[in-house]
């Protein structure tokens, strides 16, 4: 009871403090204090988690596939690897490689191609790559000229500038042109890769119509004069780069070969057959020479 200045005051009994703790107690158990860890345990955990991720665990498969970034085509035979596996892709250019542990570098190469690495994060998530194909330029040249060249690579068409991508370090090519010796280059990592082609020192003289060769034929070329055999073949020591080669049979039109514009030494002479003779008296009246005639 409290009392001020005449008047009292009383609190009910239901609100005495005794009564009110008693049942704070009961909604409110007190709860157990945690154990105060220090910063030694919590480092042990992390220590040994990382021990069993790094030795223990074996790590995840990573999935994908390898393809050329200019046509799209797989590439089979591509390796790709990390630093505890290695592994190829199968024919339609898809791989699967082992123990890989996040976050990792998986790197990605082929013959003839620019290898790429890329760091994993989720191994998960199959990593495709696309491969940039390594190409070189083949142009052919007159070994004596420096002029380019129309040339063919292993039969296919004649072009001044063959371009083969991909292509290999020591992958040799074999170029042949009309009128030229056939060559063969390698490749050693060069952009353009210039083949210096001989030109041919042997011809053949033969009939359009048999294509059989034309003996005795005699060839000229200013103060040069020289003859076929007997299968029309013939031999330069030199080619000329300039003028023009005179043909001459028995029996032909005259044939003509514009060294600055053919490459080739062949010719074809057409047939001019004789219908007369023109003899004197004294030439018809001689019966061996009348015969040769």
């Known amino acids: 009871m409290y009392s001020n200045r005449g008047w009292s005051y009383s609190s009910p009994a239901s609100s005495s403090p005794t009564t009110l703790s008693a049942y704070r107690r009961r909604r409110l158990p007190k709860l157990p204090r945690l154990p ?4 030694l345990p919590l480092a042990v955990v992390l220590v040994g988690a990382a021990a069993w991720y790094h030795f223990v665990f074996g790590g995840f498969e990573l999935h994908g596939a390898v393809t050329d970034s200019t046509t799209g085509q797989p590439i089979a035979g591509a390796r790709v690897w990390s630093m505890r596996a290695n ?3 199968a024919i339609d250019g898809s791989y699967s490689l082992s123990s890989i542990k996040p ?6 190469d082929a013959p003839g191609y620019r290898g790429q690495s890329v760091r994993v994060t989720l191994p998960f998530d199959p990593v495709s790559r696309q491969l940039e194909p390594i190409g070189v330029d083949i142009a052919a040249v007159d070994a004596d000229s420096g002029r380019p060249v129309s040339a063919a690579l292993d039969g296919a068409a004649a072009v001044e500038t063959i371009r083969v991508a991909p ?3 020591g992958q040799k090519f074999t ?3 009309d009128g030229y010796m056939p060559v063969q280059a390698a490749y050693d990592g060069q952009d353009v890769l210039r083949v210096t082609l001989q ?4 011809g053949r003289v033969t009939d359009a119509s048999t294509g059989k060769g034309v003996g005795a034929a005699r060839l000229a070329l200013g103060d040069l004069v020289l003859g076929t055999d007997s299968d029309g073949a013939y031999e330069l020591k030199r080619r000329p780069s300039t003028g023009t080669l005179q043909i001459l049979a028995p029996g032909y039109r005259r044939g003509t070969i514009d060294l600055s ?3 080739g030494l062949d010719v074809q002479l ?3 057959p004789v219908r007369a003779t023109y003899m004197t008296y004294f030439a018809i009246g001689g019966e061996g020479y009348r015969q040769d005639m």
Request: cysteine-free.
């Open 36 to 39: 105060a860890l220090g910063p």
């Open 87 to 89: 592994s190829t892709t």
């Open 103 to 108: 976050p990792e570098i998986v790197a990605f």
């Open 167 to 169: 292509v290999r370090p």
């Open 175 to 177: 170029l042949s042109a």
């Open 199 to 202: 030109p041919k020192l042997t």
């Open 261 to 263: 514009q053919q490459p």
């Open 270 to 272: 057409q047939p001019n």
